[in-house]
């Protein structure tokens, strides 16, 4: 029997790769809402090919364009904030929440309303929102199931303990295309996008360059895996093979190694409990030859810094350190910042003035994001 599937960020990296393997198994899934924010033609072709029940544009400006494309179709067409959270809450068997940034945040807690099963790639959803997403993954009876492939390793991991067992878990750290460039001031975006091992969109790509993505993972994970916060560690190895690890307290320490393929992590939890075929090669460690592990270089790189000192505040902290990134991300790839100036701006961010109390509720976490939006653009614009 098939299941039914909604995909929240379609026409994204990681959107393209769950339609891969949903069309390498089409029998096997019923797809109800497929998004976008305003890439109108891919969303359209896409609904189209997949029979969906509805599209949805984030970007209102779009929907005519967007009712035009699917004119004949019979599938229905809407946008807007509002027609992403309804989309998100028809009820489907998986949910896979692939939108990018705290713009996401929206539908994944329509989803887990519906006490649903949620494919998580959105991080920055659940750094923003932190307490009240899990507090309300609880009260619904909701699954989270982490598609980052770090955290799906942890989670994979995991089948072989018990988290009260764990001594500690190792985030993995490719360290992006910078680790060994001298001069960070100079870089620009198409560097900065450059991924050595994982082909990505730009956002993820640019927090791989500055080491926010591992910042955000490890509060991701403090999220996920609730052992304390000193006892999850960051390690770059470059090669990215082994994509975390767990340590029990008998000295055992469990690691899943994989290619560096979303398709892995995805199709783990398109299947999960049970497994599915994908079109990857079999592991070649001898091709691989040698594997390599440092310590982050917290210096040159403070973001993950930053993000432990703001899981160590809680509170509103990791909702401002994620809105300040993504304005700054923003500013960087359209040239109005330096690359070096990222990390510098969250954290001016982060220390101007008191914390906002800490959120209760989604409203809360929007209005935390929205105004440290604000006061990063502010202090973006020249003196
Ligand atoms: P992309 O930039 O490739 O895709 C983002 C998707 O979100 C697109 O469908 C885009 O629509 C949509 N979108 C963008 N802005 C908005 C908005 N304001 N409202 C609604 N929808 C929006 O991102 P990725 O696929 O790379 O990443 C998606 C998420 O998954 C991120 O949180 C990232 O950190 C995480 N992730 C990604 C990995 C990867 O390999 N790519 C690995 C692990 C995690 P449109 O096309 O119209 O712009």
Redesign the pocket.
């Known amino acids: 029997m098939s299941r039914s599937l909604s995909i ?10 769950t339609l891969d393997l949903v069309r390498r198994n089409r029998a096997d899934w019923n797809v109800v809402a497929l ?6 033609a ?2 359209a072709d896409t609904a189209r090919e997949f029979a969906a029940e509805v599209a949805v ?3 209102e400006r779009h929907l005519d364009d967007l009712r035009d494309a699917l004119a004949g179709s019979g599938i229905e067409a809407a946008a807007g ?1 509002s027609a ?1 959270c309804e989309a998100a809450a028809r009820p489907v068997d998986m949910t896979v929440a ?4 705290c ?2 945040l929206g539908p994944v807690m329509a989803a887990i309303e519906q006490s649903g099963t949620i494919a998580l ?5 659940l750094v923003s929102a932190g307490e009240v997403m899990t507090a309300a993954v609880d009260r619904h009876g909701a699954t989270l199931l982490p ?3 770090e955290h799906n390793a942890i989670f994979q991991c995991l089948q072989g303990g018990e988290l009260a067992d764990v001594r500690s878990i190792t985030l993995t750290a490719s360290g992006g295309p910078l680790r060994l460039v001298e001069d960070l001031s100079a870089v620009t975006p198409e560097q900065a996008i450059a991924h050595p091992n ?8 640019v ?1 791989s360059a500055t080491m926010f ?1 591992k910042g ?1 993972e490890l509060i991701e994970a403090h999220h996920l895996f609730p052992v304390g916060l000193d006892r999850i560690r960051i390690v770059v190895h470059p090669q990215s093979v082994i994509h975390s690890m767990v340590e029990y307290r008998d000295g055992s320490t469990l690691a899943q190694l994989g290619p560096s393929d ?1 398709r892995v ?1 995805i199709a783990s939890c398109l299947a999960w409990p049970a497994r599915m075929d994908t079109p990857m090669a079999p592991l070649d460690l001898p091709a691989i030859g040698e594997m390599s592990f440092f310590a982050p270089d917290e210096v040159r790189f403070p973001a993950t810094r930053l993000a432990r000192e703001a899981a160590q505040a809680g509170g509103a902290a990791p909702a401002v350190l994620n809105a300040a990134n993504e304005i700054a991300v923003a500013a960087f790839l359209d040239r109005k910042i330096p690359f070096s100036r990222i990390a510098l701006l969250v954290e001016d961010v982060l220390n101007q003035g008191d914390l906002p109390s800490p959120p209760q509720t989604l409203e809360d976490v929007l209005r935390v994001d929205e105004d440290a939006r604000a006061l990063a653009m502010r202090m973006l614009e020249p003196a």
């Open positions: 929240f960020g379609a026409t994204g990296s990681v959107g393209e790769q998004t976008a924010n305003s890439n109108v891919a969303l544009v984030a970007d904030r992403l692939a939108i990018v940034g713009a996401g790639a959105n991080k920055e959803a598609v980052d492939s994982w082909d990505m969109g730009a956002k993820i790509s927090d993505n955000l979303m992590p």
